[in-house]
């Protein structure tokens, strides 16, 4: 088998390949959103120093994958599981910088983004799931359905956080929110149910409108950094809108996306 057509074949690589992105991806983000305080805190190096580390170990494992399984398993499970003691580590030292002090809805809105790190916990836990789960049953596409869930259930949170702040001055704000809120029903349903292929489609076309949110709302936060206060265009994107931000919304539909072609080509579906 060449190497596209394993790929092509090989949805746990699909998996693999999408939490090295990730890592690789939030390397970037979380540089731009602690340097909003220049790093005051050593801790905040810790996500920073994860990432590049995650990325690189996980495109040794994915390497590793074919010709030497035990090495992958391993390699997987300590970024896995340290990617996960860091999401959890984060939301706690995020809800201190302010919620814990107040215990207020407003401390709540304008503290760190208390929701963002468990980015690294949701791939934390699919990097385990990947290689405690078998690949061909039926739980394992759930489970990839179920960590998309709980990504679109935290960027609902982070959507009415976020834009809070400002009061959803602009009605396209609410976009996100309303957009999250769909893509947590549609999501749901496999859970409750036995759902047909024609509902997969629809939950597919409901992605796609998911990712075209995000599209969007990236153009939208970079425009407002282009024409920010700062004659520096990087602190506009620093101190601005966290230009980043949307594209949860087209990464959870990757992910999910892969949980829906998985399911609707297994024994899942009616």
């Known amino acids: 088998m060449t190497i596209p057509e394993k790929w092509k074949a090989d949805h746990v690589l699909w998996i693999e390949a999408f939490a090295a992105s990730n890592f690789a ?3 970037l983000d979380i540089y731009m959103a602690h340097s909003v305080n220049s790093f005051r805190r050593q801790a905040e190096l810790v996500p920073l120093f994860f990432s590049i580390f995650a990325a690189v170990v996980m495109a040794a494992a994915i390497a590793a994958r074919e010709r030497r399984p035990g ?3 391993v390699l997987g499970h300590i970024v896995g599981w340290g990617s996960l003691a860091v999401g959890v580590a984060g939301v ?3 809800l201190e910088s ?3 002090a107040e215990r207020t809805l407003k401390s709540l809105t304008y503290a760190a983004p208390f929701a963002a790190p468990l980015a690294y916990a949701g791939l934390g836990l699919l990097l385990i799931m990947d290689r405690m789960v078998d690949a061909q049953s039926r739980e394992w596409p759930l489970w990839v359905l179920l960590l998309a869930l709980g990504g679109f259930a935290g960027n609902l949170v982070l959507s009415l956080t976020d834009h809070a702040v400002n009061g959803f001055f602009r009605w396209a704000e609410w976009i996100p929110v309303i957009s999250s809120a769909y893509a947590v029903g549609f999501l749901t349903m496999p859970f409750l149910i036995t759902v047909s292929r024609p509902y997969l489609s629809l939950c597919g076309y409901a992605l796609l409108a998911q ?3 995000g599209v969007a709302g990236f153009c939208i936060h970079a425009a407002a950094n282009f024409h920010g206060p700062s004659a520096k265009i990087l602190q506009n994107f620093i101190d601005g809108a966290p230009p980043f931000a949307p594209l949860l919304f ?3 539909a990757v992910l999910a996306g892969i949980g829906l072609w ?3 080509h297994g024994e899942a579906t009616e």
């Open 250 to 252: 087209p990464n959870l």
């Open 262 to 264: 998985v399911l609707s």
């Open 98 to 100: 302010s919620f814990f």
């Open 71 to 73: 090495l992958w398993t």
């Open 25 to 27: 991806f939030l390397t």
């Open 211 to 213: 990712a075209l949110v």
């Open 92 to 94: 706690v030292l995020h």
